[in-house]
């Protein structure tokens, strides 16, 4: 069965070390691991890393030998690659407006090298929302990418403000979808997270920040202005899936159904993200919250992510090869719905 995966990151040497070369980001590109080797890091932002395996460095940016092979020996046909963090959102807008300039000018001769293997989401720098439109724009017509990423929130900021739509507004006109991919909730609301510092990454604040940057784009009337907007979350849909019914209830008959943010939407919370929101297996191979997602929105809105190379592609095509669902819905969810949002 083909099998396209489609959040998968990457970087360069030169992106790597130009974040090391910054005042504002640690010099050191390792950590102590509890009593072992050095391992490598991941810088989200100055003040939050991921320490990593050793190798993990050299998987984001080796596409022709450790990434392929991979590829091979798990029966992955495809990779829809996009930038690894930090992406452009991390600094000021002339600088993330280059470092997105020469990131999807690389991803472009990646892909014109393996076109048969390789897909890309373009990198912008949100900051500027004219300026990511521009380029947005520029990678799609000119460099043959299939939508772009956005890392959550912009400095505190999500796409809900008006200032964005412009952004939106293209990616609509463009026909290309918004992968929204998790970062550390907003400096607003950090601090409640940071007596237990796992709790700001992966482990529950990256849900926590993609989750409610969705919902507020949903409460805001960007899906009744842009109907055609296309949005993308990873991890099974970042727990929305699990809450539509209460969204749904509460929005209807609960004390905040008259709210002036919600009240003159069209449809229901629901129904929006039924029409307007697509949701991958990246990060989550827990064969209960498949079915829940599943059950909720049913195949056609589901496509297969690995989360490369921050998540193994072994064990991610081993959960989707078992779930017990029809080989047609495996289908759509393996390849046919991705190669349909993102015309591959």
Not at 101 to 130: C, M, S, W
Not at 209 to 217: E, I, K, P, Q, T
Not at 243 to 270: C, F, H, Q, V
């Amino acid at each position: 069965m083909k099998r396209i995966a489609v959040e998968e990151h990457f970087s360069t040497p030169d992106y790597i070390s130009y974040i090391r070369s910054r005042e504002d980001y640690p010099k050191t590109g390792t950590v102590k691991g509890k009593g072992k080797k050095d391992l490598d890091v991941v810088w989200f932002s100055p003040d939050f890393y991921m320490p990593t395996c050793a190798e993990f460095g050299k998987k984001l940016v080796d596409v022709a030998e450790i990434r392929l092979r991979d590829m091979e020996e798990n029966g992955i046909d495809m990779q829809v690659l996009s930038l690894s963090v930090p992406g452009p959102d991390a600094f000021d807008a002339p600088t993330g407006a280059e470092i997105a300039r020469k990131t999807n000018d690389v991803l472009y001769k990646i892909i014109k090298e393996y076109p048969e293997k390789f897909a890309g989401l373009a990198a912008v720098a949100p900051q500027d929302p004219a300026v990511a439109a521009d380029e947005l724009e520029r990678a799609v017509n000119d460099l043959g990418m299939r939508g772009t990423k956005i890392n959550s929130n912009i400095g505190g900021e999500y796409l809900d403000d008006k200032k964005y739509w412009v952004l939106l507004e293209r990616a609509e006109k463009l026909g290309v979808p918004i992968y929204i991919h998790p970062k550390a909730p907003s400096p607003d609301i950090l601090k409640p997270f940071l007596k237990y510092p796992a709790l700001t990454g992966s482990m529950w604040g990256f849900s926590v920040d993609a989750g409610l940057h969705a919902m507020r784009l949903i409460c805001s009337g960007v899906f009744d202005r842009y109907p055609g907007l296309k949005i993308i979350l990873g991890h099974l849909g970042e727990a929305i899936p699990f809450w539509l019914w209460r969204i749904d209830n509460r929005w209807e008959e609960g004390e905040y159904a008259l709210a002036p943010t919600t009240r003159d939407l069209m449809k229901k919370p629901s129904q929006y993200f039924n029409d307007n929101f697509y949701v991958t297996t990246s990060g989550n191979f827990w064969e209960t919250a498949f079915m829940c997602t599943y059950a909720a929105l049913g195949p056609d809105r589901i496509m297969f992510a690995v989360d490369y190379p921050f998540e193994p592609n072994k064990p991610a095509v081993e959960f989707m090869d078992a779930v017990p669902i029809p080989e047609s819905d495996r289908e759509k969810i393996y390849h046919s719905n991705a190669e349909k949002v993102f015309s591959l």
